[in-house]
Structures are given as C-alpha cells and as structure tokens.
C-alpha cells in the first residue's frame, strides 16, 4: 500500500509540471505486447491541451450533471462479469471462420478464437457481446462485437470485427469503417485494467460513451453512428479531460489512480451509451466500493480539449 501511495503521488505531481514528449511516456503492455506506439493518440498525454472553445456546449449535450460511472468491477451483474474482459491467446491457437452481419467493414479472418473465449456480459447476455482476443505470439488484437458461437465454438457469428497491429498506428481502419466499436476504434487500449491500478498509473486514455453523438469524427476515430448533424452533440474520438482543478482528495487507491488518469490522458468517446460510462476489464481484485466513490463525478468536472490530432472528418 505504501508503494502505490507513493507511485500515485507521482503521478499527481507530474500532472502539475509540463506534459512530457509522447515518446518519452510509459508504453502500456499487456502479456508483453507494447498497446500501440508512444505516438498513439490513446498514449499521448493532454495535460496541457488546450480547452475547445465549444467545450461547455459539448459537455451540456453529454450531460452536464450526470453522474461518472466506472463500467467494470469484481463479481457479477446478470449473470456475467462487470466490464469488458479480453481472452490472451498464443499463436499456436487454432484460428477459426468468423460470419459478420457487417461484412463490408469487417476484416475477413479468420480469427484466433479460443471455444470458450470470454464474451463481455456472460455467454448468455443480450448486449454488446464484444469478444477480444490478443495473440501475444505477434501482438495482434482481433475483436468482435455482438459475437456468438457456432458448433461449440468451432466458428462464430458477430456483428462485425476488426484486426489490429500493436506495433502499428491509429489510421489501421479504412476511413469510415466502423470496427467492434462505433468509432473505428479498437477497444482494448481504452480499457482500465486491475494490473495497471496496482503499479499505480494508467498510462493513456480510457474509453467512455454518450448518449448522443453527431455523424462526424476526430482522429483517431474512423467511423461515425449517428444521422444527426447537430453541432451541439459530440464527435466520435472527442477528447474529454478531468479538470486540473478537481480534487482527488478523499478518493480511496483505485479510484485516485483512474480519476489521475482521466487527469493526465483524458477520455476518448468510442460508442453510444450512457453518459460517463468509463470502460475496464473485469478483475476479481477491483474494489467496488472504491471504483463507486468515483461517482462524486459528474459532467461539471469535465471539459473538452483540443486532441493532438485535432479535426473533424465526415
């Protein structure tokens, strides 16, 4: 405990100095694949991005006074795990034939996809059904959205899906091609994971969702789901950050570490949904109790800034 009391307090006092170059920041790794380059928008910090000049407009549309929610934890809820989990594969891993309802915007496969691997929501939930898989042999992220599996696992239907290299850039995805997000985006990068909140620092941004999205995007997002052209709604890949001036005071470890986070790289909208909903990989470590005393946030303590990679593409 004293260990990460002192690796949080050093995050704190970075966030206060100027933000260092992108390739000088920690590269997020996961069973020893680096997550995208340091130059990744997802990996870059936004400590000093300055603040859009239509931030409280966006806010406002997002829901000013709506709640934070951390959208994972430990144990169940319906029946299934709380958040998106994600299944680690070799490359000796049979890959298998995967049908898409999406096919135009999806790659072709085939897909290293274990029987069992983990569907976010459990194997018989009714949501999203996103299924990530990522072969540590090549570093390759395959993911679906809305996936089933077929004779025991021996193939699988989904909604659509999408192959990324770790070792590559954000502009993997045809522009305009959706992946198993709205946004183009991949997932994984985006999650909040128990092991980075015992070392005691997320190093790049999380994904989060709106209730209403305008049909455009900002890099690094390739892909819009909406017919709205209201200016006063949010893009795909907008970047949000938690102001400089909210205190973490009183926050208990877990939950000091994402709100720092949320500080140092921001938000990156990637899909429709509730307001605020922040997404993590479910862990049995995760405290509950801790991840909800984040819920003291609410659109107030946001605002919008001026990504690295700044401009809206239609």
Same mark, same amino acid.
């Given at each position: 405990?004293?260990?990460l009391?002192?690796?949080?307090?050093a995050?704190v006092?970075?966030?206060?100095? =100027?933000?260092?170059?992108?390739?000088?920041?920690?590269?997020?790794?996961?069973?020893?694949?680096?997550?995208?380059?340091?130059?990744?928008?997802?990996?870059?910090?936004? =400590?000093?991005?300055?603040?859009?000049?239509?931030?409280?407009?966006?806010?406002?549309?997002?829901?000013?006074?709506?709640?934070?929610?951390?959208?994972?934890?430990?144990?169940?809820?319906?029946?299934?795990?709380?958040?998106?989990?994600?299944?680690?594969?070799?490359?000796?891993?049979?890959?298998?034939?995967?049908?898409?309802?999406?096919?135009?915007?999806?790659?072709?496969?085939?897909?290293?996809?274990?029987?069992?691997?983990?569907?976010?929501?459990?194997?018989?939930?009714?949501?999203?059904?996103?299924?990530?898989?990522?072969?540590?042999?090549?570093?390759?992220?395959y993911?679906?959205?809305?996936?089933?599996?077929?004779?025991?696992?021996?193939?699988?239907?989904?909604?659509?899906?999408?192959?990324?290299?770790?070792?590559?850039?954000?502009?993997?995805?045809?522009?305009?091609?959706?992946?198993?997000?709205?946004?183009?985006?991949?997932?994984?990068?985006g999650?909040?994971?128990?092991e980075?909140v015992?070392?005691?620092?997320?190093?790049?941004?999380?994904?989060?969702?709106?209730?209403r999205?305008?049909?455009?995007?900002?890099?690094?997002?390739?892909?819009?789901?909406s017919?709205?052209?209201?200016?006063?709604?949010?893009?795909?890949?907008?970047?949000?950050?938690l102001?400089?001036?909210?205190?973490?005071?009183?926050?208990?470890?877990?939950?000091?570490?994402?709100a720092?986070?949320?500080?140092?790289?921001?938000?990156?909208?990637?899909?429709?949904?509730?307001?605020?909903?922040v997404?993590?990989?479910?862990?049995?470590?995760?405290?509950?109790?801790?991840l909800?005393?984040?819920?003291?946030?609410?659109?107030?303590?946001?605002?919008?800034?001026?990504?690295?990679?700044?401009?809206?593409?239609?």
């Open positions: 405990m004293r260990a009391s002192s690796l949080i307090a995050v006092c970075a966030a206060g100095a =100027t933000a260092a170059p992108a390739l000088s920041a920690p590269t997020p790794q996961i069973a020893g694949c680096q997550i995208l380059p340091a130059t990744s928008a997802w990996n870059q910090p936004i =400590t000093r991005a300055p603040v859009a000049r239509n931030s409280a407009t966006l806010i406002r549309s997002i829901g000013l006074t709506a709640n934070f929610h951390a959208d994972f934890g430990s144990g169940l809820w319906d029946g299934g795990p709380i958040g998106i989990p994600f299944t680690t594969v070799t490359g000796n891993q049979p890959k298998v034939k995967v049908t898409f309802d999406y096919s135009d915007e999806s790659d072709r496969g085939p897909y290293p996809i274990p029987p069992r691997a983990a569907i976010e929501g459990g194997s018989n939930a009714d949501g999203d059904r996103h299924v990530i898989v990522l072969d540590r042999s090549s570093c390759k992220l993911e679906l959205f809305d996936a089933h599996p077929l004779a025991a696992g021996s193939s699988w239907r989904a909604g659509s899906g999408a192959v990324f290299d770790l070792h590559g850039g954000d502009a993997q995805r045809k522009r305009g091609w959706t992946s198993a997000d709205a946004a183009g985006l991949p997932i994984l990068p999650l909040a994971r128990y980075e015992a070392a005691g620092a997320i190093d790049h941004a999380l994904r989060f969702t709106a209730p999205t305008r049909a455009s995007f900002i890099a690094p997002a390739r892909h819009f789901a017919s709205s052209n209201d200016a006063k709604l949010p893009p795909m890949g907008l970047r949000v950050r102001k400089h001036k909210t205190s973490l005071k009183g926050l208990p470890p877990q939950a000091r570490v994402i720092q986070a949320m500080k140092t790289y921001g938000l990156l909208l990637a899909d429709n949904g509730s307001p605020w909903y997404s993590g990989a479910p862990s049995p470590r995760w405290d509950n109790d801790q909800h005393s984040l819920d003291r946030l609410s659109g107030r303590d946001f605002e919008v800034v001026q990504a690295p990679a700044p401009g809206v593409t239609r």
